[in-house]
């Protein structure tokens, strides 16, 4: 690969990562705000559904293209199996393993939410549990591997993240109970 190839994929990597971070964002705190059924102002309920899961499929598109750019990356020094295994990098292994965790999760949360109707909303909604664990994971990979977290812009968007995910769950705490209708039950 060129030079200009080796830039170019070291460009879309670091772009992807940062955009999928928006994306894993913007979908786990719609996840928190609206846990229950609790509809967003002005949306109908089918409306928040539609959107987290587009905005939850958009980010599973930029988590690959994270993923196959690093692995092309001749800098990156990551390969396939470090990619999905977590902790087996041998250039900053705690690092990319919380990557690699924070896609093995999105992928189970992604594979079990296209079988939610075949699995039952139990095993669903116990998977989905997993997203708790896939954000801060992929947060910590970004802020301790990306290249621009130490830049004015990557440090506010770190923290912008942060006041995302805490907005939300704030949100959600100070929501008085019985706003919130009961949520559907399994098919």
Do not use: K
């Not at 060129?2 to 170019?8: I, K, L, V, Y």
């Not at 189970?108 to 954000?135: K, Q, S």
Request: without cysteine.
């Amino acid at each position: 690969m060129s030079a200009f190839g080796n830039e170019a994929v070291w460009y879309l990597m670091r772009g992807s990562g940062v955009v999928a971070l928006l994306l894993l964002t913007g979908v786990m705190a719609l996840g928190i705000a609206t846990y229950g059924g609790v509809r967003l102002a002005g949306m109908p309920r089918f409306a928040t559904v539609a959107l987290h899961r587009s905005i939850s499929m958009l980010s599973v598109v930029f988590v690959a293209v994270h993923v196959a750019t690093a692995v092309l990356d001749p800098y990156a020094a990551v390969n396939l199996v470090n990619a999905v295994v977590p902790f087996t990098a041998a250039a900053q292994p705690l690092l990319v393993g919380l990557g690699a965790l924070a896609v093995d999760l999105l992928i189970a949360l992604m594979v079990t939410g296209l079988l939610r109707e075949r699995i039952g909303r139990r095993t669903w909604r116990t998977v989905h549990w997993g997203a708790y664990a896939m954000w801060p994971a992929a947060f910590v990979h970004a802020i301790g591997i990306g290249s621009d977290a130490s830049t004015l812009w990557g440090r506010a968007l770190g923290v912008a993240a942060v006041a995302v995910i805490g907005g939300s769950v704030a949100w959600r705490l100070l929501l008085p109970p019985d706003s919130a209708p009961a949520p559907l039950t399994a098919r």
